[in-house]
């Protein structure tokens, strides 16, 4: 690992490793040193195929040879394919296809204040929850419950209300009020630690959300395509929502996101109502295409679920007698290692044992590796994981 010379003309916006990463193979990722990682972060629950994927690989090259991006002035075949595909996974009808998750979100946004207008809310809101992540456009921003990531940037956005995550009484005490048109959440947080709600959560805020004609809108930014052992982690809970927004490991890397909608929230976006440039264009529907197809054949769904019960299990095991463990916690592989202190300085220690993990929230370490992860990586992410530790 050698240190990389301070670039001085790319904004100073990320705090990042010493490490340049030049090519990947799988679960695999080799430094500008020649030095081999075991990925176990996937581009932050991007690449659930592993890096360089030659499906991936043919299926873009392909692509670019023939058409990269036309506009939305056109039909887009390949559009058409993926929204039909998204939504027989999904259970939603419709699809806006951007570039991010954030974009993603500021559509699920406006299709909720859309709504609230067609209802004569004159201020419609948007319940959100503490510790919630939802991008960095102001609207996202504002959505977002870290108010160490506001700072600076107020004025923020008005329509939003907050409660915490989790907690079904604070919801029922908003249903009296008469501006409530939606609620958006994570189905399970992942930049503010990785929290996993009680088992019935889902299930009674779409309760809810029926009861009171609120949009219920779920974040499935970092949870979905096949992330926590199911192609939406609002699967788990057997519920639909009315919104459901994508993008992260849509394109494996290639920038994608979706706005799913169905019911009444597919009719607030009409012509002139929203756009995107790029959104959804040719190569970008071609690498989800190939994405959705591909964990289908290799059922790297199942898989997600079978090795991440089986990544909790070791870990338990191997951290039983670990007294610095405050939780740990898992859906698919979605794992967080919840410690009773600050732990930041563990993702550089990984890295010394050519291991790449984050930690979110200050004290817990997040693990996101590549769907393709199989035993033997597993094995090997724990026991480097449980020695560090130790
Ligand atoms: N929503 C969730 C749950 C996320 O985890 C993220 C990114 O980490 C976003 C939204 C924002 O996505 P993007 O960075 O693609 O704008």
Same mark, same amino acid.
């Given at each position: 690992m050698k240190s990389v010379a301070m670039s001085?003309? /790319?904004?100073?916006t990320y705090t990042r490793l010493p490490i340049t990463f030049e090519k990947g193979q799988g679960v695999w990722l080799w430094d500008d040193q020649g030095k081999r990682y075991l990925d176990a972060l996937s581009g932050i629950a991007v690449c659930g195929l592993g890096h360089a994927h030659e499906g991936i690989q043919n299926a873009l090259a392909i692509q670019a040879g023939r058409l990269i991006h036309t506009s939305n002035l056109y039909q887009v075949g390949l559009q058409e394919n993926l929204a039909q595909k998204l939504s027989h996974l999904s259970g939603l009808d419709h699809v806006f296809f951007c570039n991010s998750g954030a974009e993603a979100n500021e559509a699920a946004i406006k299709i909720a204040r859309s709504y609230g207008h067609r209802l004569? #809310?004159?201020?419609p809101t948007i319940v959100v929850m503490e510790n919630s992540f939802h991008g960095r456009t102001l609207a996202t921003l504002t959505a977002t419950g870290n108010p160490t990531a506001q700072? &600076? %940037?107020?004025?923020l956005v008005e329509g939003f209300i907050r409660v915490p995550f989790d907690d079904i009484d604070a919801l029922n005490v908003l249903r009296? =009020?008469?501006n409530i048109v939606a609620v958006l959440v994570e189905p399970v947080q992942g930049e503010g630690g990785v929290n996993i709600p009680s088992k019935d959560y889902l299930k009674r805020l779409r309760r809810i959300c029926d009861d009171s004609k609120w949009l219920l809108m779920?974040?499935? /930014?970092?949870? $979905? #395509? $096949?992330?926590? $052992?199911?192609? %939406?982690?609002y699967q788990h809970a057997e519920i639909i929502p009315d919104v459901c927004t994508l993008a992260k490991a849509l394109g494996n890397g290639v920038p994608i996101g979706a706005c799913l909608t169905r019911g009444?929230?597919?009719?607030?976006?009409?012509? $002139?109502k929203h756009g995107s440039? %790029?959104? &959804? =264009?040719p190569l970008a529907c071609c690498a989800a295409l190939t994405v959705i197809d591909t964990i289908k054949q290799e059922n790297l769904v199942e898989q997600a679920a079978e090795m991440g019960r089986y990544i909790i299990d070791r870990l338990s095991d191997s951290l039983k =007698? =670990?007294?610095?463990?405050v939780n740990l916690q898992g859906l698919g592989l979605m794992i967080g290692i919840e410690l009773?202190?600050?732990?930041?300085?563990l993702t550089q220690k990984a890295l010394k044992q050519q291991l790449l993990i984050n930690v979110t929230a200050g004290n817990t370490i997040r693990l996101l590796p590549p769907?393709?992860?199989k035993k033997p990586e597993a094995d090997l992410l724990v026991d480097t994981l449980s020695n560090l530790l130790a």
């Open positions: 001085t003309h /790319v904004m100073p004569d #809310i004159e201020i700072k &600076g %940037f107020e004025p009296k =009020n008469p779920l974040d499935e /930014v970092q949870t $979905g #395509i $096949g992330r926590t $052992g199911r192609w %939406f982690a009444e929230a597919s009719l607030q976006l009409t012509a $002139g440039t %790029f959104g &959804g =264009n =007698n =670990n007294n610095h463990i009773d202190r600050p732990c930041g300085e769907l393709i992860l």
